[in-house]
């Protein structure tokens, strides 16, 4: 490529009157918030080079006036096929090529070959959605009935609703708020396909927020999030404290918010505990719809449960579902994990789904479940169910009123811990491993025979496991 001072001139000729053409059609205003800052570098045969001065610039010159520069450079050189755009001295990584052939639309890596433009902007600020987490595969029960519903209430407003604007869910670690916002966004892509939705992290808004202030290019920034119509940030616990973030991330969402745009924010904890955030931030996010995600329930578990085998065409003994539901109650995530390794585990080895196989796969999930019980804790409950003294689960006395709890007590710590007989034995007033050894034989005998005794030690089992 030759840049003679013939060429030189030419290429002022040329990008002058691409710059008038531009004009005349957008208008001033247009024209100098994205055309202005650009340069003409560079010509050959069949491309030009236009230079950006920023990355946010250039994806939006890229997404919105590909067609109508590479028109107004044809005027000038009919030949020229393909602009390229480059951000000014950020060479190769940033460089981006628009070709006439594809209408000048050149999608990111993360876009669809066939997103309109639109859509591929938002692909440059926001992040995928999982195609997983729809409502049809989102389970509701009491715990987070609330928060399904405004959330398909939302995703199914045509303009956002007084009172659902901010919508603001928050919730424990895996209990489905990223599934309920994905599911809000599949929801109004299919429905309202023309309105622009946008999901992101909150570290990855943070990250855009300290990219464009870098590049000095808050304004595209701006630009951006505001021409969205739903915009959805994920885990915004993570912008407290951050006051440059937080500053921008309140601007934009009052600007959203007052122009009807809708908005939506998750958290893992309500807006009144968010330290760190900014009161005046504070009270616009509780001025909206707060709803929350509370911990799992039995029947909650088992639904999902029923479900995610359903979805994985699985048929799973209701035992063994039972048995999952109650074993793994932290979150909804470990709950998938587990059922996930059992169904794995299990077409891999050719063996039946059954508690027993169940309970060998996932030992090391339900010993880290179940550490938290300790002989204490057994020791304490079962004093107190039968109105002793924890110092009569110490002793050696044979009155059957206290000995035969105390049996009960040993029996609860051998199927509730980990521990072995001879550190049970230790724990109950330094007792030798085999008077473990008989009470626990013992209780199951008894349980056998007397149904008050094997309902007492449900109770208490129960009791111990709730803490
Ligand atoms: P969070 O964002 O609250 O940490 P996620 O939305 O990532 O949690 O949920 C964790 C996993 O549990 C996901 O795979 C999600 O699909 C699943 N999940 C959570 N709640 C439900 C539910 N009510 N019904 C079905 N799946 C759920
Ligand atoms: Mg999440």
């Not at 023309?194 to 595209?220: C, G, N, W």
Request: charged share 20%; aromatic share 6%.
């Amino acid at each position: 490529m030759q840049t003679p001072a013939r060429q030189t001139a030419s290429i002022d000729t040329i990008w002058n009157a691409v710059r008038d053409g531009f004009i005349a059609e957008f208008g001033e205003a247009t024209f100098n918030n994205w055309i202005a800052p650009l340069a003409l570098t560079e010509l050959d045969s069949h491309q030009a080079c236009i230079s950006t001065p920023t990355r946010f610039t250039k994806e939006w010159v890229r997404i919105h006036y590909p067609e109508a520069l590479l028109g107004l450079i044809q005027q000038q050189i009919p030949a020229i096929q393909r602009i390229d755009l480059r951000v000014a001295q950020k060479p190769a990584t940033t460089e981006n090529v628009v070709s006439a052939e594809d209408a000048g639309i050149n999608t990111a890596p993360t876009a669809a070959p066939t997103a309109p433009a639109e859509h591929a902007l938002l692909s440059v600020i926001g992040q995928r959605l999982d195609p997983r987490f729809t409502f049809d595969h989102f389970v509701s029960a009491e715990s987070n009935q609330l928060a399904c519903a405004v959330a398909q209430k939302v995703a199914n407003a045509e303009t956002p609703i007084a009172g659902l604007n901010p919508l603001f869910i928050y919730g424990g670690v895996g209990l489905g708020k990223t599934h309920l916002l994905h599911a809000i966004g599949h929801h109004i892509n299919a429905t309202q396909p023309h309105k622009r939705v946008v999901y992101l992290s909150s570290e990855k808004f943070m990250y855009q927020f300290v990219q464009a202030l870098r590049d000095k290019d808050i304004m595209a920034f701006k630009e951006m999030f505001r021409s969205v119509d739903v915009l959805m940030i994920d885990d915004i616990q993570f912008i407290c404290g951050k006051a440059g973030t937080q500053e921008e991330f309140f601007h934009t969402f009052n600007a959203l918010v007052d122009s009807g745009k809708q908005l939506i924010l998750s958290a893992d904890r309500s807006p009144t505990d968010m330290e760190g955030m900014e009161e005046r931030i504070r009270s616009r996010l509780g001025g909206g719809m707060v709803a929350d995600i509370a911990d799992t329930t039995l029947a909650l578990r088992r639904g999902i449960l029923a479900s995610k085998v359903k979805q994985m065409n699985v048929t799973m003994p209701a035992e063994v579902l039972d048995f999952l539901a109650e074993k793994i109650t932290s979150n909804v995530r470990e709950l998938e994990g587990a059922l996930n390794k059992v169904v794995a585990h299990t077409e891999f080895t050719g063996r039946s789904f059954s508690v027993e196989n169940t309970q060998t796969i996932l030992c090391d999930l339900l010993r880290a479940s179940e550490k938290t019980i300790s002989i204490d804790d057994i020791k304490q409950q079962v004093a107190e169910h039968y109105q002793l003294k924890i110092a009569d689960m110490n002793s050696a006395r044979r009155a059957r009123h206290i000995a035969r709890p105390r049996q009960i007590a040993m029996y609860l710590c051998k199927q509730l811990t980990t521990h072995s007989f001879p550190e049970i034995g230790r724990r109950f007033g330094g007792k030798d491993h085999t008077t473990i050894l008989h009470a626990v034989r013992r209780v199951e005998e008894l349980q056998a025979v007397e149904p008050e005794i094997a309902s007492d030690i449900k109770t208490l089992a129960a009791a111990i496991k709730r803490g």
